[in-house]
């Protein structure tokens, strides 16, 4: 039976399965989280890509404002600070890091880390339009930039071949990770939020193969078993920019309070599950597939240009498919894009019936009783309480 503490050694695993790969010769590729740095690619080149999404550490974020502003929010910070202090052997050991330009919080990181760090920095273009056909030339040529840049560092080849049957690898680990998701529409669910974060996580570091077929034994063994908590408890959505390995405050304290959090709609550090490339199609460039599954087919990023709207109607969809009560708007301190996303999105809310409750985190106080007290009063409200609690 895979539990809190099975998940937990998964995740302290990846230092091992780090420190095995360089003995075995393999490179390693950090890069920062989200869904536009192409892990199949990496994984093609021979070298082992390793997600850095460490946070939820205030120490580790505050040791950053020796160089940093406290307007870089502290998922970015986070960053700066584990190279900073070098107690994460797996930050240690990158030998070049991919820099997705998602914010300028992550590109701030990256211009620290070529300051600070001998490692070679690959800055990843990402468009802020999908719609333009120049945009999607542009991250194209990104990646045949990074291909290139794989190639020198590994001494590899990257075929055609070779992305191709990576992106069927990860294709299968999305999907397995999909269909544990689909146990949460279950009444109670059949994994909680805080197990599918970690599992997910678990899902950045090491083989991909691998950690397909774990997710797929917890798959097995949750239909079997059924659901992990009892039936009628309020049901919410998180929604936010990032949540990173390590800041399960807000998943603790929503279930310590007596609720699940059945859905989640995160940008960064959840691994995206609900794409998938699909293979190369008849007539389609390997990185003309990578294009199409990372920005052309995709519902645009927050810090993209039009964004909202079509976001909302994920969300309104997540809502009807989960059967969500309530929504908590998970933010980072300094995210302006979230900052200001939360009042569109909470008077759509309003209209459909479904209270939203915006938490700011700065890693300090995430398990602190003033945040513990809104999340209960927010329950409240859902189960028909006081309306001005």
Not at 31 to 57: D, K, Q
Not at 164 to 182: K, P
Not at 263 to 283: L, M, P
């Amino acid at each position: 039976m895979v539990t809190h503490e099975h998940l937990d050694s998964l995740l302290r695993d990846r230092v091992t399965a780090v420190e095995g790969a360089i003995r075995a010769g393999s490179k390693i590729v950090g890069y920062f989280p989200g869904p536009y740095v192409p892990e199949e690619m990496i994984h093609a080149s021979g070298a082992v890509p390793v997600c850095l999404a460490n946070g939820g550490s205030a120490r580790t974020a505050d040791h950053a404002l020796s160089v940093l502003p406290p307007a870089i929010c502290p998922f970015a910070r986070a960053q700066v600070g584990e190279i900073l202090l070098k107690t994460d052997p797996v930050y240690a050991a990158v030998d070049m890091v991919v820099v997705p330009s998602t914010c300028q919080h992550l590109r701030k990181t990256g211009d620290m880390w070529e300051y600070f760090e001998s490692t070679e920095v690959f800055k990843l273009g990402v468009p802020y339009d999908p719609a333009e056909d120049l945009a999607l030339t542009y991250y194209r040529d990104r990646l045949s930039d990074l291909r290139e840049r794989l190639e020198l560092l590994t001494g590899n080849p990257i075929t055609n071949t070779s992305i191709s049957e990576a992106i069927a690898v990860y294709d299968r680990l999305r999907r397995a990770l999909r269909n544990v998701s689909l146990l949460r529409q279950s009444h109670p669910p059949g994994i909680s939020g805080l197990e599918f974060a970690k599992l997910n996580h678990a899902t950045l570091f090491g083989d991909p193969e691998g950690m397909a077929e774990v997710v797929e034994t917890v798959l097995r063994e949750r239909r079997n078993t059924g659901p992990v908590a009892r039936a009628g408890l309020p049901r919410l959505l998180v929604i936010g920019p990032n949540v990173a390995v390590g800041d399960y405050g807000i998943l603790e304290m929503v279930e310590g309070a007596g609720a699940g959090v059945v859905i989640e709609d995160v940008f960064e550090g959840i691994r995206d599950y609900w794409y998938e490339t699909g293979g190369v199609r008849e007539g389609e460039d390997v990185l003309d597939a990578l294009v199409r599954s990372r920005v052309a087919d995709r519902t645009p990023a927050a810090f993209m240009r039009s964004s909202s709207a079509p976001r909302f109607e994920v969300v309104s969809r997540l809502i009807r498919d989960f059967q969500v009560s309530g929504v908590i708007w998970y933010e980072l301190l300094g995210c302006e894009f979230y900052d200001q996303d939360a009042f569109y999105f909470e008077d759509r809310l309003r209209r459909m019936g479904v209270p939203m409750l915006v938490v700011e985190s700065d890693y300090d106080d995430m398990r602190s009783g003033s945040v513990h007290t809104r999340i209960e009063a927010f329950l409240e409200v859902i189960q028909g309480g006081p309306a001005d609690a």
